[in-house]
């Protein structure tokens, strides 16, 4: 087999990237119980387990130039530097489309740091936009107005007024389970305790939306 030398390789030219806030122990510790205990609900396509699928809230998922990613590591450590860790609060459990997870209050303190991320990231997209995107707009994919504005301006559509911050536990195969599981955890009324967000990382993006392992962790300041 011919090998080519290093300068005639291809060389992707966008790199999908996803931005994280990091959970801290006991709020993962919790998250992992709490996936084994609903999956037994269910087949899933993953749980979390913080081997092969992490805990992780999403701040921002998007699609850069692979130029930037340098440039992209160094607005985060930028901005770990001067960030205060960040107050979670439980809310209630979600599902949406077999998703199931933990929902947590968009505090003022949250939605500002996630808004300060997206706006200092974006502009490395460089108008980039996924093909994943392009293809289910054009194929009339469920998207409302304002997603699709943010997936012109953002790249993604869960960002700004789309944004919750929130915490995946599995996916069910079955989006019915998915319904009344939920209802039966928030009967129960169980309660989680607030945690702190004390890290962001960059990190690797695996089937069904899971994170599969860390590129670069940053701790927040203080």
Same mark, same amino acid.
């Given at each position: 087999m011919e090998i080519l030398p290093l300068k005639y390789m291809k060389i992707d030219k966008f790199? =999908?990237l996803r931005v994280i806030f990091v959970p801290d122990e006991n709020l993962s510790t919790n998250?992992?119980?709490?996936?084994?205990?609903?999956?037994?609900?269910?087949? @899933?396509?993953?749980?979390?387990?913080? /081997?092969?699928?992490?805990?992780?809230? @999403?701040?921002?998922?998007?699609?850069?130039?692979?130029?930037?990613? /340098?440039?992209?590591?160094?607005?985060?450590?930028?901005?770990?530097? /001067?960030? &205060?860790?960040?107050?979670? =609060?439980?809310?209630?459990?979600?599902?949406?489309?077999?998703?199931?997870?933990?929902?947590?209050?968009? +505090?003022?303190?949250?939605? &500002?740091? %996630?808004?300060?991320?997206?706006?200092?990231?974006?502009?490395?997209?460089?108008?980039?936009?996924?093909?994943?995107?392009?293809?289910? #707009?054009?194929?009339? #994919?469920?998207? !409302?107005?304002?997603?699709?504005?943010?997936? !012109?301006?953002?790249?993604? @559509?869960?960002?700004?007024? &789309?944004? %919750?911050?929130?915490? =995946?536990?599995?996916?069910?195969?079955?989006?019915? #389970?998915?319904?009344?599981?939920?209802?039966?955890?928030?009967?129960?009324?169980? !309660?989680?305790?607030? !945690?702190?967000?004390?890290?962001?990382?960059?990190?690797?993006?695996?089937?069904?939306? +899971?994170? +599969?392992?860390?590129?670069?962790?940053? /701790?927040?300041?203080?």
């Open positions: 790199t =999908t998250a992992i119980r709490l996936a084994k205990e609903v999956s037994k609900r269910g087949k @899933t396509y993953f749980i979390i387990d913080d /081997k092969s699928h992490f805990t992780h809230l @999403t701040v921002y998922h998007a699609e850069y130039p692979s130029k930037n990613k /340098k440039a992209l590591v160094g607005l985060l450590e930028n901005f770990a530097m /001067k960030q &205060e860790p960040l107050k979670l =609060t439980f809310n209630k459990f979600c599902e949406q489309w077999a998703w199931f997870g933990l929902d947590f209050n968009k +505090t003022k303190e949250i939605y &500002e740091a %996630h808004k300060k991320l997206v706006n200092v990231l974006n502009p490395l997209r460089e108008g980039h936009i996924r093909e994943k995107y392009l293809e289910e #707009i054009k194929n009339s #994919i469920k998207y !409302s107005k304002v997603q699709k504005k943010y997936i !012109s301006q953002y790249g993604y @559509t869960q960002v700004m007024s &789309e944004y %919750h911050p929130h915490l =995946t536990l599995n996916r069910f195969v079955n989006e019915e #389970i998915a319904e009344k599981v939920c209802k039966d955890f928030n009967n129960r009324k169980v !309660s989680i305790k607030d !945690s702190l967000i004390k890290e962001i990382a960059l990190v690797k993006s695996g089937e069904y939306g +899971t994170v +599969t392992g860390y590129i670069k962790r940053f /701790k927040l300041k203080g």
